[in-house]
């Protein structure tokens, strides 16, 4: 089986204040995890992968066998961050992927 | 390239009713994926279609059904609906061949049963 957490529904941080989005995940094979982003009255959307070990839009994410965790980190918060964050993970069977999200954390970037 | 898009955008059903839900992938996906997302919750896995045949399929009960067509666009169905099938269902087109795993969304159709 493979599950996601993200353990908080909603996060409210200043401007300027670093952001860290938790995530936490169990999975018995080798787990690619991902973060995807809903803003306002658009779709949902990839924002990063682990795979891929980039930075978009100045977030960051390590995936962390040990702890089971791929927490979402970004420095400093900026107003158009405002956005519902899922945490999921691809899990392969047969060579066809599930994807698993988890419940989402509203972020809230205060002005 | 109008990415994936799903029909309709809002239906309501009372209890019992069957419904039908419609996705057309992104240009160039083969593969579609179908959510059910309840008021307040993440996206749940119902199941995945490719080359027509259902590959995986999550917790959900036999009523839950689907195809996929030569196109590679999809239906959704549902029977014997209750008031807990009241949900966003989403689709989601990929490419099961690539090192990518990126899913693209629709938006959605809102599914209300009274």
């Known amino acids: 089986a493979q599950r996601v957490t993200q353990p908080e529904k909603l996060l409210s941080v200043f401007k300027g204040a670093p952001v860290e989005l938790k995530c936490n995940y169990s999975y018995s094979g080798s787990p690619e995890l991902f973060w995807y982003v809903q803003y306002s009255r658009q779709r949902l959307q990839l924002l990063l992968r682990?795979?891929s070990r980039e930075s978009i839009k100045g977030f960051t994410a390590d995936l962390n066998k040990g702890e089971t965790s791929f927490h979402l980190k970004k420095p400093f918060a900026q107003e158009e961050d405002s956005a519902m964050y899922y945490c999921?993970?691809?899990?392969?069977?047969?060579?066809?992927?599930?994807?698993?999200f988890g419940t989402g954390t509203k972020l809230q970037v205060i002005p | 390239d109008a990415g994936v898009t799903q029909s309709p955008t809002h239906l309501i059903k009372t209890r019992g009713q069957q419904v039908t839900l419609r996705c057309s992938p992104k240009s160039g996906h083969d593969t579609v994926s179908w959510y059910q997302q309840a008021l307040g919750q993440g996206p749940q896995f119902i199941f995945q279609?490719?080359?027509?045949?259902?590959?995986q399929r999550g917790n959900f009960p036999d009523r839950f059904s689907g195809h996929q067509f030569p196109n590679y666009s999809s239906e959704l169905n549902v029977n014997a609906l209750l008031l807990g099938d009241s949900a966003l269902y989403l689709c989601?087109?990929?490419?099961?061949?690539?090192?990518?795993?990126?899913?693209?969304f629709g938006e959605g159709s809102r599914l209300t049963v009274l």
């Open positions: 999921a993970l691809s899990g392969q069977l047969g060579g066809y992927q599930k994807v698993t």
């Open positions: 682990h795979i």
């Open positions: 989601a087109s990929s490419l099961v061949r690539t090192l990518s795993r990126e899913l693209f």
């Open positions: 279609y490719y080359e027509e045949e259902e590959r």
